[in-house]
Structure formats: C-alpha cells, structure tokens
C-alpha cells in the first residue's frame, strides 16, 4: 500500500495524491526515490533559506542531541539563551527578548496575546493579501481566500487594503500615489474603527505567499507613525521574509523602522526543527515584569531547535548569506525574470526583492485576468497543473500559488544553479501561453 494515504494532508482534498516522494536532500537539490535530482527553487515552503543538509546546522543539531535532547522551558538552558542572543543581535534595536515557539502560526497567536494583554484592547487590523497562519486568530487575521473556510467573524480581525500598485485599490499611477492614498486609507480605517479599540496592526513587510509585494518607499514608515500616534502595537510578521529572504536579515530593515513585536519562523533555522517566536520590544516587554506572562507553550525554545538556530545564523553571518540574498535579486533573478516576462505574453507582472519573487499569470495583460480564477482546482486550473508538470518534467520543483510562480531558491544557489532554474521556467511559461485566448 501506498504509506502516503495513511497521512491526512493539509490543504487538499484527501485520497491518492500524484506527488514526488523525496527521500533525501542536498543544498538546493531534493533527491526523490527513483534517484532523480531536482532543483528546489521553493525552498521548501521557503524555509530551506540555506538550502538541505548544510553541515553547519546539521552538527549543531548532533551535538546538541548528544548532550540534552530536550527540556522543559522552566529551566534555564545555555543552548535556548545562545539562540535568543543570536536572533536579538540581528534584529532591530529595541526588541530585546524572545517568546520561543514551534511555528509560525503559535508565535502569531501569541503576539496578539501579548499585545491584547498590553494595552487591553479588542481588534487588530490586518491587510488583505496577507497570510498570517492557520491557528484561529491567524486564519482570522489572514487576509486572502485561504481565510473564507475557516471564518468564523468572531477574532476581532478588521482587513484593510495595502499598497499594490499593480492592482491598485485606489486608481493609483506611481508608487508614490499608491503610498499615500494607502496610509490616507488606513488612517480613516483606524478612526473610523475607533483607535480606543484597536489593539495591534499585523503586516508582512514584504508581502509574501499572497502574491510577493513589496511596499512603495514610506508605507512602513507611515505605518509606524500611525500605530504610533494611536497607542497601537505594530507586529511585523517576518516568519517568511526574515533571516535573509529578501537581501536584509529583515524585511522591515530596507524601511529603517522597528516594530513593536516581530514574529518569525522558517527562515531562523532553515526549517530542520520546528521553531518559531516572537521578539519583544521594550515597552510590552516591560508590562509582563510587572505580572506574569498567563500562557506557555511544553515545547518553548527546544533544544534541538535552539541548536539548529545558533548553527543557521552563524553560517549566515560567516558565508555573508543576506549579501548574497540581495544579489540574487539585483544580478540573477532580477534582470532574467524580467526578461522572461518580455518574451511571455502570459506574464502580467513581475515583482520581488533579494531570493523572493512572483511571476503573475494572466489572460490578459490589459485586463489583467488571472490566467486561473481564485481557488481553481481540476480543469479550471489546468494552466497552472501544465506548468507545474512542464517543471518537474525537467527536474525543477516549483512553488505555484493561485495564479503565480513564486520563486524562491535557497539563498545560497550558485549562478549555474540559478540559471538552469530560470531556463526550466522560460520553457514552462511557453506551456503556460499556450492557453491564451
Ligand atoms: C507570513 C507568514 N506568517 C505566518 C505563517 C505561519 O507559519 P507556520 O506555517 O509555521 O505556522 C506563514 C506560513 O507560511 C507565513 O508565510
């Protein structure tokens, strides 16, 4: 029997499922069970930020199994505090501490928490084109279709419209309009809504799985005053853009700002053990020396996980890994996928920043039809399946979602490596423009 239907599979219909089954990994390279490479440019769920098996993290993991498997985050742990040390120092100033996690999703949880608990008020404002999690209060506060399902409208998550220019919800012309009618608009939606009753305001920085958007000069800024002048926490979610994605160790550092809370994941220790947290600034920090923080976590700051994290931003600061991001984007990816998208009448649009990047398809570039419409499965989705097949079919795994081709290598791919990638993807948009009317 096939061991694969024994493991209910998150987001799919379940039954037989006509997947690579991968048994082994090396940089940017899966290896599947017939023996055959394929160059990963999604970084997994862009988390393999150092691509697979890199020595570093994997001894760090060893060695820490050796000596203390696990522990229970009540006691002091020389391993968890090393890795608290190593994120802090990277991070912006003022956000001094760290709230441990095993994912994303948990550390969104308990920014809010935090925040909720800090200055006592009910809602958060999130942007639409956002994903947040899937845990109750991220699903709410996502804010594209993978939210409809679970929503119950009971998390106190208010959505408002974030820059982006290419589908501008304010008619905008130049990114400097589009950067200022989005703040004139989330100003109205904070005083309209009340500020008294806005807790926190959650933001990608760069927006990522919902369609790589990177905000105009001044957004991030324009959102701190804000959130400033309100009394209102600033979270950033940084769990898919932090730790180098996007040429900076944070998205919010090309903006120069700091938020209140800082969430990450992924990125932080290339996914090889589950972690993830939340970095504290100094005034939420502050309210909890006065009463307890009221909820834990068994798992908070694992040692296998902690290990992993030293291992990960030590080779990152040693192999200049967040330079060589923002190359990538600037050198490599940059300039040839914008040449793929002259050559393809199927692209609509091409965006990104350092190692993350959307090639958006459509029917027209006038329009700007999708070229597959929102949560298409079977024949609706036909284009998108071709491409994917045209990609595995040459030994490239892709990362496509909705009408998109997120692509997003580990941030150490060599140029060769890269530009056998981005040839795969020429001939799998040509399969893409042959559905065009
Ligand atoms: C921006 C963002 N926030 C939160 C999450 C949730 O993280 P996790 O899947 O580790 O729970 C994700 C996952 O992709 C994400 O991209």
Redesign the pocket.
Known sequence: MDLDELVFHPWVTQGPRDVLTLVGGSGSYVIAADGRRYLDFSSQ?VFTNLGHQHPRIVAAIKQQADRLCTLAPGHASDVRGEAARAIVEVAPDGLGHVLFTT????A?EHAVRMARAHNGRPKVLAAYRS????TTT?IHLTGDPRRWASDTGAAGAVHFFGPFLYRSAFGSTSPEEECERALAHLEQVILLEGPSTISALIL?PVT??SGVIVPPTGYLRGVRDLCTRHGIVFIA?E??VGFGRTGAWFAIDHAGVAPDLMVF??GVNSGYVPL?GVLVGDAVYETFTKRPYPVGLTYSGHPLACAAAVGAIGAMRDEDTVAAAARLGTEVLGPALAKLAESHPSVGDVRGIGGLWAVELVRDRETKEPLVPVGATGEANAPMTAVLKACLGRGLVPLILANRIQVAPPLNVSDGDAAAGLAILDEALAEADTFLG
């Open positions: 769920l994912g994303g999703t948990e969104i994903y947040h999690g899937s991220s990608e990522g799985s979610d769990v898919l994941a992924k993830g």
